[in-house]
């Protein structure tokens, strides 16, 4: 059997994954997290009389909070995994994936578990958010001044 | 020659515990079912361990072998195989912990067969055990987290069998086995198994049949585990076009024991699955005379993944006869 002829039998036989249709359902539940966290903030602003500004702080607040407690409870991950990156691209996927790191390595003690393990999945997105956000601003003062 | 033949090698008795979603699957009857994945333990891999020993437990209380156990051949898929030996400390029997992956009761049933077969001992416990969420940790993400799966993806079932293997006569023989080569074909797609494991299954089976002289209808049905559903497609296909071997008589334990309503994607994958669908199904339908287990076995770790390697892979054959 020849490596090449097997590569391109593996390909020919295993099924493409429908990447339109994981899109749609991505930007969708995206989208409707967009829209639920809109109408909390705006929720806030007439109800609590909370200025503009600081109402978003609170929505992004509210909705790491309820993806942690989903998570916690146990039926979060369902709902991520069919969701395609619909769940894990807004804010509602880095509190998941804290909370469930967090969840899993608890047994492993304060230190060497939750410690070390709570940014396992996180760590890359503050890395990067970091640098990116380092580059950027640069980039925004030269274009701005 | 990599194929041997035993005269002397039986397979005693069997006792399985499978998972809470397994139980609900297409083999409904197995001898213990769990309810729920801790099984009355507060972590995973204490669960883990306790379906071991109560599987060695109740073999040795079934067939009051408490004494006369001469080792115990078996593993898991943990670190260090800590599992096994964790679970082996609560019995006075020698143990030999194997690894191979999915493809190691296959290696303990192999190696106990050569024991007994060479008379250096009589009788033999084989086992092996996997837990989905062991696993999941182990080689894929912290197990409340909910990664999207792509349909190539295989289940890691949860379960433990063991077998009591002698060289006093019964009803099932351990006739023949092969002991396969490490062979990588250039895969490094670590969610996409069935395409790993599938040439080592190859390679196995047609040194089986080469050194034993035999043709594939010469089994009444050759047991692969566990390449899953697209696996078993792709060994079909590269059978019949690089051997001209047409496999009517194929069924893997990969599809055997979810039901498509339970998505699991591929189908079911771990060390467990082969041994659950062997002696829960097969041996239980007396028109299955002449068994080929050709159990298959992904040698990676999640830092080979990370680094982009690719995957080797190993499968043991072995022949069983069932007599009326």
Known sequence: MDKDEYKKLVKQLTPKENKGKNAIIAFLVGGAIGVIAEGIANLLVHCFAIAKTESYLWTCLIVIFVASLFTALGFFDNWVSKTKAGLILPTTGFAHSVTSAGLDYKRDGLITGIGANLFKLAGSVILYGIIGAFFFSILGVIIYG | ?324
């Not at chain 2, 515990?17 to 995973?44: H, N, V």
Request: hydrophobic share 40%; charged share 20%.
């Open chain 2, 1 to 324: 020659m990599a194929s041997l033949k035993f005269d002397n090698v039986y397979i005693k008795d069997s006792f399985s515990i499978a998972g809470p979603l397994e139980s609900e699957g297409k083999i409904r009857k197995y001898d213990l079912t769990m309810d729920d994945y801790y099984y009355q333990e507060k972590t995973f891999l204490d669960a883990e361990i306790r379906m071991q020993k109560v599987v060695i437990d109740n073999l040795l209380y079934k067939n009051k072998m408490a004494k006369k156990i001469d080792v115990l051949i078996g593993g898991d898929l943990s670190n260090q195989m800590t599992i096994t030996s964790f679970s082996a400390k609560n019995f006075e029997i020698p143990l030999l912990g194997v690894y191979s992956a999915c493809a190691t009761f296959a290696e303990s049933l192999l190696l106990a067969a050569t024991m007994i077969d060479g008379g250096k001992m009589k009788n033999a416990i084989t086992m092996t055990s996997s837990h989905n969420l062991n696993a999941e940790r182990q080689f894929r993400f912290p197990i409340e987290y909910g990664a999207p799966k792509n349909g190539t993806t295989t289940f890691t079932a949860t379960g433990a069998v063991g077998a009591i293997i002698t060289n006093e006569e019964s009803k099932i023989k351990i006739e023949a086995a092969t002991i396969g080569n490490v062979v990588d074909f250039d895969q490094k797609d670590a969610s996409h198994m069935g395409a790993v494991m599938t040439p080592a299954a190859i390679e196995v089976f047609i040194k089986h049949l080469n050194d034993l002289k035999r043709n594939a209808e010469y089994y009444d049905v050759i047991l692969t585990g566990d390449l899953g559903a697209i696996g078993s497609t792709i060994l079909k296909e590269c059978l019949k076009t690089n051997y001209g071997i047409n496999l009517k008589n194929h069924m893997d334990a990969g599809c055997e024991i979810f039901l498509e309503s339970q998505e699991v994607y591929s189908g079911s994958s771990g060390p467990v699955t082969l041994p659950l669908v062997l002696f829960n199904k097969i041996l239980k339908n007396p028109k299955y005379k002449r068994i080929l287990l050709i159990a298959t076995g992904s040698l990676h770790s999640k830092d080979t993944t990370n680094q982009k390697k690719s995957i080797p892979s190993i499968a043991h054959a072995i022949s069983l006869e069932v007599k009326a």
